[in-house]
């Protein structure tokens, strides 16, 4: 007896979520469909003209805008950054240097620096 594979598929939201594109800003035919595993390989592999455009200028989710600022997405909110931002508003923000934008990349690099510490800490302690 052979048993058939079915096609593995994923809501519009998650495959955004793996493309790192904002949702509500891809076309209208993405959002409103399912996505193939073969489908995202495919759109990861050879990206269409508006994937990336969307990945050029955004608008981006969060975890994009967090990541290209160097703050956590935590760090976002407790600046105020609760909406996607474009490449253009991500790098005005970036010159402006706010004091919130300045204090949570900091505290960034110090979660960084403890991570490494553990890591090297642990490495040891398994030799």
Do not use: C
Not at 94 to 122: F, N, S, Y
């Amino acid at each position: 007896m052979k048993s058939h594979q079915s096609t593995q598929t994923m809501k519009p939201a998650t495959a955004a979520k793996k493309l790192g594109v904002y949702l509500p800003a891809t076309p209208a035919e993405f959002q409103e469909g399912v996505v193939s595993r073969a489908e995202l390989n495919e759109l990861q592999a050879n990206p269409p003209q508006w994937l990336q455009d969307l990945r050029r200028t955004g608008p981006h989710p969060r975890p994009v805008v967090a990541a290209r600022l160097g703050v956590s997405i935590a760090g976002l909110a407790r600046g105020g950054v609760t909406e996607p931002l474009t490449t253009e508003q991500i790098e005005a923000l970036r010159d402006e240097g706010p004091e919130w934008l300045e204090k949570e990349r900091a505290t960034q690099a110090e979660v960084r620096k403890e991570a490494a510490r553990i890591k090297e800490k642990k490495q040891d302690e398994e030799s």
